[in-house]
Nanobody, 116 residues
Framework: QVQLVESGGGLVQPGRSLRLSCAAS????????MSWYRQAPGKERELVGR????????DYADSVKGRFTVSRDNAKNTVYLQMNSLKPEDTAVYFC?????????WGQGTQVTVSS
């Protein structure tokens, strides 16, 4: 079955960087668009960024453009989220997501806390 497992979250000071990873299994990873979402306390889950399967084009939420980068390694079935210049408002649980055969699949999430 489809599994998405995030890792790499933690506590980081404002202005620092963090890289999240999402290891995928149970489907042909290279054929599917992969996305990162986040959900802060009391807020709705929002799209952070995504990368397509074909030309690896990316798009991002306005709030993270220029600071965050989504990439993928199809040989490792892994998608990454590089987060630079982190701000306190980036504090959230970050989720990996894909849509496979009309079904939504989410990872368990990884907590990112940006605080001094």
């Amino acid at each position: 079955q489809v599994q998405l497992v995030e890792s790499g979250g933690g506590l980081v000071q404002p202005g620092r960087s963090l890289r999240l990873s999402c290891a995928a299994s149970g489907f042909t990873f290279r054929l599917y668009t992969m996305s990162w979402y986040r959900q802060a306390p009391g807020k709705e889950r929002e799209l952070v960024g995504r990368i397509t399967n074909t030309n690896r084009s990316t798009d991002y939420a306005d709030s993270v453009k220029g600071r965050f980068t989504v990439s993928r390694d199809n040989a490792k079935n892994t998608v990454y989220l590089q987060m630079n210049s982190l701000k306190p408002e980036d504090t959230a649980v970050y989720f990996c997501y894909t849509r496979y055969y009309s079904n939504d699949y989410w990872g368990q999430g990884t907590q990112v806390t940006v605080s001094s």
